[in-house]
């Protein structure tokens, strides 16, 4: 089981060697994807990523820098589907998101020549079990991030289980303690994100936890200024701690 990072920015103005965020979990040859920052089918393509392993695609919400690239990430697999003629590996591919308009955005901008040999399917994202198959449950839980209108909640958080392992990721969220009951059930990995929060704050309210491993991503101004001295911080509080990087690969 590998954790692939794709993109580990989040929406501040553009960082060498930096996109925005986008991340996979590659388990059983099969990869479940979690947010679509610009950039991330080339990054994963290019690092020799079989893009036709996915399967699952999961925004948890509409910003731009977790949604701009998925219409490249869709336009890369159909492409790699014309000239390779190979359909992808488990069939129809699902996206799943809060609005339905990111979906709908994508395959807009697409257009007609997107037309495929395979479908692309729409879940609208809800509080509980969104992917359950043999090997992997994906569950999704609202957060505050955006507020909720009549149409539902517009922001989600995830947990994800796989081979007696729980990995959470944050997506982003109003407050960390929305986090609270799956952290303190314990967790293998924990992806959350520091746009929004203070990595250091974040390991002292979880250094008493039960999380295998923390992996900070989603970064902004404050940490790209201040990588490794943060990490060195973080790391006297718990010595766990990951500050992604594009590209980064890690095992579980």
């Given amino acids: 089981m590998k954790i692939h990072i794709f993109g580990s ?53 509409s910003h731009l820098d977790h949604t701009g690239g998925l219409p490249h990430l869709l336009w890369t697999i159909r492409k790699l589907n014309s000239r390779l003629k190979k359909l992808p590996k488990y069939g129809d591919i699902t996206v799943y998101s809060p609005q339905e308009d990111v979906y709908r955005g994508a395959l807009l901008l697409l257009g007609n020549r997107y037309q495929s040999t395979y479908r692309t399917n729409f879940v609208k994202e809800t509080d509980g079990i969104l992917l359950k198959n043999d090997h992997v449950t ?44 799956w952290v303190s059930a314990g967790c293998d990995a924990l992806l959350m994100e520091t746009g929004h929060h203070s990595p250091t704050e974040i390991c002292e309210r979880w250094k008493d936890q039960r999380i295998g491993h923390l992996f900070f991503l989603h970064h902004g101004r404050a940490i790209l200024s201040n990588f490794d001295a943060l990490l060195k911080e973080c790391r006297k509080i718990l010595p766990n701690v990951t500050f992604c990087n594009d590209g980064d690969v890690f095992e579980l």
């Avoid at 990869?31 to 990054?43: K, P, Q, R, S």
Wanted: contains cysteine.
């Fill in 9 to 61: 920015c989040s929406g501040t103005e553009p960082f060498p060697d930096r996109h925005q965020t986008a991340w996979a979990l590659d388990h059983m040859d099969r990869l479940y994807w979690f947010d679509a920052g610009e950039g991330c089918g080339y990054t994963a393509h290019t690092a020799g990523v079989d893009l036709l392993s996915v399967s699952d695609i999961f925004i948890s919400h």
């Fill in 138 to 181: 994906v569950t999704a839980q609202h957060n505050l991030h955006m507020k909720p209108t009549e149409e539902g909640y517009r922001s989600f958080s995830y947990l994800i289980e796989a081979d007696g392992k729980k990995l959470v990721y944050s997506g982003d969220v109003a407050s960390p303690e929305e986090l609270d009951p």
